[in-house]
């Protein structure tokens, strides 16, 4: 039975990045991308959310881009490669999922590198891949099987 | 998920509605055989949920926005009302065509889509597997566990029917995880080699033979987005502006952004001009703009975009003629859009040509007051 070391199922997420942020640098989209670079400006100019801005989405990716462009000195590239990271992040946590899902690491594997070989990196900065994140994060967490983490709420249920 | 929702409000609208609504009918009919735990994960999720969403509509309400905040709620139903006009009927035989029929007919050229459509199927089948075991009393944990993930992926449909790649790729891929695990409960060897190879066999067939999806109409940006790559060794940096600093352009495009900048300046220097409006569908102009923006949307669509000024800023084109008798106003226009208004008194336009591969020639028009530009 073939073996899988535990960081082999870091390497697509990895080279989803890299392939992301190479292909990204030479993209020249006006609408997709000017659209979300141009909200979270707008935002940093103090204009406020749907009245002054248009917030097609949702208000929460307009906070962490805005948060971006302050990190990055308002670069474009922040948006789209943090976007990058964020499905690199969310094929890992797929692939994590699975395997506690499966006990399967072949299969936790076999299945980031159809999703990989289907989309491998995101060519726009937009708000699903940071929701796809957090839908991960969603499931992961339901999947934790560590109660301390809920102790509070635990408190106040019983 | 309450990040999740935050956003894609729009859409998450629908998908956590549906959720929620199931959950609480699996809750009602399995309330006695569902574990304990279960329960109390489930109960935490909408703990989490409306504590985060409770938050929001304390701003929403604090900043008085929610009059403004439901209009953009019924964006969804404003598209289709205005492009499609899709029952909600028309809209899930649309869906079943594309899980069932679409993928198949059109498997040469568009093989990813069959994918799609064996996750959205999986996880379908996994649920039915998953009550029917919770009715029968087998391995009652695992299945209600797996049972609350897969109601969520197939929740997350109602993004999923919208179609394009990047949508399917953001939600429906997670019904990967379903297809996994209904291939190890296989329990023939041969069967599980079988579905295995035909998954990789689709994977690599779509990698290697079409994967610019060059014909497909829900390819997303594939297709546009992989033509950046031709004469990429021509793309060049420019340090000029600091917001795309890192972005390799070809000349032609950094020259019109040098251009729309450079005219700015030169306006500045002999004219007092308060506001600046584009009327394009490119946004990085709106972003190089540097006086006060009257437009809430950033871009202008000639034809659909009507109906979103509508619902959001119907004044638009009013306020903007009101500045331009005022000589107040710095316009950038493109596909004739310049004749919603009237420039009578302003300055003849500066004309770039803008790079596309259109037979006919395409210009940018920037707008100014007479005398400003010498």
Redesign the interface.
């Known amino acids: 039975m073939m073996r899988l070391k535990n960081y082999t199922i870091l390497l697509l997420p990895i080279l989803s990045l890299i392939g992301g942020l190479w292909?990204n640098?030479?993209?020249?989209?006006?609408?997709?991308?000017?659209?979300i670079?141009?909200?979270a400006?707008?935002f940093l100019n103090g204009k406020?959310?749907?009245?002054?801005?248009?917030?097609?989405?949702?208000?929460?990716?307009v906070l962490?881009n805005s948060l971006l462009l302050i990190v990055f000195?308002?670069?474009?590239?922040s948006l789209i490669a943090f976007t990058c990271l964020c499905?690199s992040i969310?094929l890992y946590l797929?692939g994590k999922?699975?395997f506690k899902?499966?006990k399967?690491k072949i299969?936790?594997f076999?299945?980031v590198?159809?999703?990989f070989?289907?989309?491998p990196w995101?060519?726009?900065p937009?708000?699903?891949?940071?929701?796809?994140l957090?839908?991960?994060?969603?499931?992961i967490n339901?999947?934790s099987k560590n109660k301390k983490k809920?102790i509070l709420?635990?408190y106040?249920?019983h | 998920m309450a990040l999740a929702y935050l956003c894609l409000t729009t859409i998450f609208n629908f998908i956590i509605v549906f959720y929620f609504i199931l959950i609480i009918l699996f809750l009602i009919l399995f309330r006695k055989k569902l574990d304990k735990e279960i329960i109390f994960r489930l109960k935490n999720i909408f703990i989490g949920f409306t504590f985060v969403l409770s938050l929001y509509f304390l701003y929403i309400y604090n900043q008085n926005l929610f009059d403004i905040w439901f209009v953009y709620q019924k964006l969804p139903f404003i598209f289709n009302n205005a492009l499609e006009n899709y029952s909600a009927f028309d809209f899930i035989i649309k869906y079943a065509n594309f899980v069932f029929l679409y993928p198949y007919k059109n498997f040469i050229l568009e093989p990813q889509w069959s994918l799609y459509s064996m996750f959205i199927i999986s996880n379908f089948i996994l649920i039915g597997l998953n009550i029917k075991n919770l009715y029968k009393k087998n391995e009652i944990k695992i299945n209600s566990e797996l049972l609350f993930i897969n109601i969520y992926i197939f929740s997350l449909n109602f993004y999923g029917q919208v179609l394009g790649l990047e949508k399917l790729a953001t939600t429906m891929s997670l019904g990967a995880i379903s297809l996994s695990i209904l291939i190890i409960k296989i329990k023939s060897k041969d069967t599980k080699i079988i579905i295995n190879f035909v998954i990789l066999f689709i994977s690599f067939y779509s990698l290697l033979f079409t994967f610019d999806l060059k014909d497909s109409k829900i390819s997303g940006m594939r297709y546009v987005h992989l033509k950046e790559l031709i004469n990429k060794d021509q793309k060049i940096k420019n340090d000029n502006f600091k917001y795309f600093s890192v972005q390799k352009w070809n000349k032609k495009k950094w020259d019109l952004l040098n251009n729309i900048t450079k005219t700015q300046s030169k306006i500045n220097r002999n004219c007092n001009i308060e506001f600046g409006a584009n009327l394009t569908v490119d946004n990085f102009f709106h972003s190089l703009i540097k006086y006060k923006k009257l437009q809430v949307i950033p871009f202008f669509f000639k034809h659909t975009g009507s109906i979103l000024r509508d619902y959001i800023e119907p004044k638009l084109i009013t306020n903007i003629q009101n500045e331009i008798n005022k000589n107040n106003i710095f316009i950038i226009t493109s596909e004739g859009n310049d004749k919603l208004l009237n420039l009578e008194n302003y300055d003849h336009p500066l004309l770039f040509e803008l790079d596309n591969k259109k037979i006919i020639k395409e210009y940018i028009k920037i707008y100014f007051p007479k005398n400003c530009y010498r």
């Open positions: 292909h640098q030479f993209i020249y989209d006006g609408y997709h991308w000017g659209f670079h141009t909200n400006l707008e406020t959310p749907y009245k002054e801005i248009f917030l097609e989405y949702g208000i929460l990716s962490i000195n308002k670069n474009l590239f499905y969310s797929i999922i699975t899902l499966t399967n299969y936790s076999y299945l590198l159809v999703l070989l289907l989309y995101p060519t726009t937009w708000p699903n891949f940071y929701s796809f957090f839908s991960c994060l969603f499931i339901y999947l809920h709420l635990e106040i249920w």
